[in-house]
C-alpha cells in the first residue's frame, strides 16, 4: 500500500494563478482532511471529508474548494493564489473519525510545498 | 470546535522522562484522545490513543484522569531523536491540531 499520496510536491505559483492539490489514498478510508502549516506554526483544518459526496469546512476555508466523488481521491483546489497561502500543505486519512471509535488514527502524507509569489 | 491547550515548548536531557500535558475542557463524551508527533519537513505521525485510564504501547504511555478534561504523554528515557513537535487534537471528527508542544532533548 502506498498509503496516502499527495501531488505536487513542490510549486510555485503567480498570484492570482490558480492550481489543485492532488491527495489519494489506497486504504479504503472514509475520512479525509486538509491541513495547512504555515513556518514555525500548527497545523491548520481547512476542509475535511466524511465520505464520498461529503465534505465540510474546517477552521480556514477561505480561498480553497473541494470535493469528493471518490473514497479514495480528495483534491483541493486554490481559486486566485495569494502571498497568504503561501504554506505547506498536508492531505491526511482516517478509517474513521475520532467520535466514538478507536479507528480514527490519521495517516498523513508527505505534505505539498507551495509558494506564491 | 473542541480546542485544547498544551505547553508551547519543553526541555529535556537524554535518558529522562518527559510528560506533556493537554488540557480537553471541552471533549466531548464520545471522542477518543489521541496524541501525534511531527519531525521537521514530515507529516505527523500518530503515537497513541485512549478513551480513560492508561494505555501504554511500545512508544508511549497515555494517562487518562476519570473526568477526562486532561491528558498526559508520558515518554520514558527520550533520546535526541525525540526531539519533535507533539500534538493532542481535539474536536472528534473535526479534528484541530493546534500549535502543539516543542519538545527539545539535549545530551
Known amino acids: 500500500n502506498a498509503g496516502v499520496t499527495q501531488t505536487p510536491k513542490f510549486r510555485i505559483l503567480k498570484i492570482g494563478q490558480s492550481m489543485t492539490l492532488q491527495c489519494t489514498q489506497d486504504?479504503?478510508?472514509?475520512?479525509m482532511y486538509w491541513y495547512r502549516q504555515d513556518p514555525g506554526m500548527g497545523l491548520k483544518l481547512i476542509y475535511y471529508?466524511?465520505?464520498?459526496?461529503?465534505?465540510d469546512k474546517g477552521e480556514v476555508p477561505n480561498g480553497y474548494n473541494v470535493s469528493r466523488s471518490t473514497t479514495e481521491d480528495f483534491p483541493l483546489r486554490l481559486e486566485l493564489a495569494a502571498p497568504s497561502q503561501t504554506s505547506v500543505y498536508f492531505c491526511a486519512s482516517s478509517l474513521s473519525g475520532m467520535s466514538g471509535r478507536s479507528d480514527g488514527e490519521l495517516f498523513f502524507g508527505e505534505g505539498s510545498r507551495l509558494t506564491v509569489l | 470546535l473542541a480546542k485544547t491547550t498544551q505547553p508551547i515548548s519543553m526541555d529535556s536531557y537524554e535518558g529522562q522522562e518527559v510528560n506533556i500535558t493537554c488540557s480537553h475542557n471541552?471533549?466531548?463524551?464520545?471522542?477518543?484522545i489521541t496524541w501525534y508527533q511531527q519531525f521537521p519537513s514530515q507529516g505527523p505521525r500518530f503515537i497513541i490513543q485512549g478513551y480513560k485510564t492508561k494505555v501504554t504501547n511500545e512508544v508511549a504511555s497515555l494517562f487518562i484522569p476519570a473526568d477526562r478534561k486532561s491528558s498526559t504523554l508520558s515518554l520514558p528515557r527520550v533520546s535526541l531523536s525525540d526531539t519533535a513537535v507533539y500534538y493532542c487534537?481535539?474536536?472528534?471528527?473535526?479534528?484541530?491540531f493546534g500549535t502543539g508542544t516543542q519538545l527539545k532533548v539535549e545530551l
Open positions: 487534537p481535539g474536536g472528534g471528527n473535526k479534528l484541530t
Open positions: 486504504m479504503n478510508h472514509n475520512y
Open positions: 471529508s466524511v465520505g464520498a459526496g461529503i465534505t
Open positions: 471541552n471533549i466531548a463524551t464520545n471522542d477518543y
